[in-house]
């Protein structure tokens, strides 16, 4: 009876064994479940925020970390939207010719375009010949570039057209860089003048001082014509016409050709000018004509005088 009770007392400390391994193995199970559970949840918010894909065992192992994702390039609409955003300095000069019927009604619309669209006429030259032309040079506001160039074509049949585009702003954006510099170099060199302690000193400071003021001066200038370009669009426009023609190439073209007659008259005119001439010449030869005679009996009679006389015979 004894040997049955120990028996059934060892039976019991294995199943307690047993039970005991098999919850420390589930528990061990539940924890790994967890901690993968635990890293696939950090990688994907990893994932989210930083864009990396890591995977969950590595996250769990503590073997990787998130990598910074590089920014994407910028796609062609995004460039073309920046290019947008920023403002260009851009110089904007058309010249167009024009074909018209008559001179006049056309430069007059031509003014008129202008001053509806607030713009002016710049210059103006008009050249009357067999085929008159009167060119015009237009200035508006580059908004109005456009809407002057349509107001032009009806005019008449448009005979050629050029339209160039220059972007200045690098060269606005470089000229505004040597001005400050400029400016900061020529308070400089005035300090530099208020403490010059000899007249030699004072003489060279000037000098420099002269020469980075013109330097500024001349910056500022071109600064300036870059944006009296830039605010004013050029259009020139040259208008063509065979029907008008200057008065005098009007009377040659309508004037008959030269015949027998013309020829005659202009020959008798040639005589009656030769006649003229010489008539004019006989007046004014006339009051020297006592003088050539009387200068004449005074050589003869000098002559005679000095003629040796005849020998005589012995």
């Known amino acids: 009876m004894d040997h049955h009770l120990g028996r059934a007392r060892h039976g019991v400390a294995t199943a307690g064994i047993l039970a005991a391994l098999a919850l420390a193995a589930g528990a061990c199970s539940s924890g790994t ?24 065992d590595a996250m769990a192992d503590g073997a990787a970390t998130p990598a910074a994702a590089e920014p994407a390039p910028l796609s062609e609409q995004q460039l073309q939207a920046t290019d947008a955003a920023i403002d260009r300095s851009v110089i904007r000069t058309a010249t167009v010719t024009i074909d018209v019927d008559a001179l006049d009604p056309a430069v007059a619309s031509v003014k008129a375009a202008a001053t509806d669209l607030d713009g002016f006429v710049f210059a103006e030259e008009t050249a009357l010949g067999a085929h008159a032309t009167s060119t015009l040079t237009l200035k508006v506001a580059p908004d109005d570039f456009d ?12 005979a050629s057209q050029d339209i160039t585009t220059d972007d200045v702003t690098d060269q606005i954006v470089d000229v505004d860089a040597r001005i400050a510099a400029a400016e900061e170099s020529l308070a400089r060199s005035a300090g ?30 071109q600064k300036a014509s870059l944006e009296r370009q830039v605010a004013l669009s050029t259009v020139v426009v040259t208008l063509r016409s065979e029907a008008t023609v200057a008065p005098a190439v009007a009377e040659q073209q309508d004037a008959p050709r030269p015949g027998f007659g013309d020829g005659l008259d202009r020959g008798v005119g040639a005589v009656g000018a030769i006649a003229s001439a010489l008539a004019v010449l006989a007046g004014v030869a006339l009051p020297f004509l006592p003088l050539a005679v009387a200068a004449v009996v005074i ?16």
Do not use: C, F, M, Y
Not at 44 to 49: F, I, L, P
Not at 195 to 205: H, Q
Not at 299 to 314: D, E, G
């Open 147 to 158: 809407p002057l160039l349509e107001r032009l074509r009806p005019l008449g049949t448009l």
């Open 33 to 56: 479940d967890a901690a993968r559970t635990s890293a696939a949840g950090n990688a994907a918010e990893g994932k989210a925020v930083g864009g990396g894909a890591v995977s969950a």
């Open 299 to 314: 050589v003869a009679l000098l002559r005679r005088r000095r003629r040796p006389s005849a020998t005589q015979p012995v």
């Open 192 to 221: 530099l003048l208020d403490k010059a302690g000899t007249v030699a000193d004072l003489t060279i400071a000037d000098a420099e001082v002269t020469r980075r003021q013109t330097e500024l001066e001349r910056l500022r200038a």
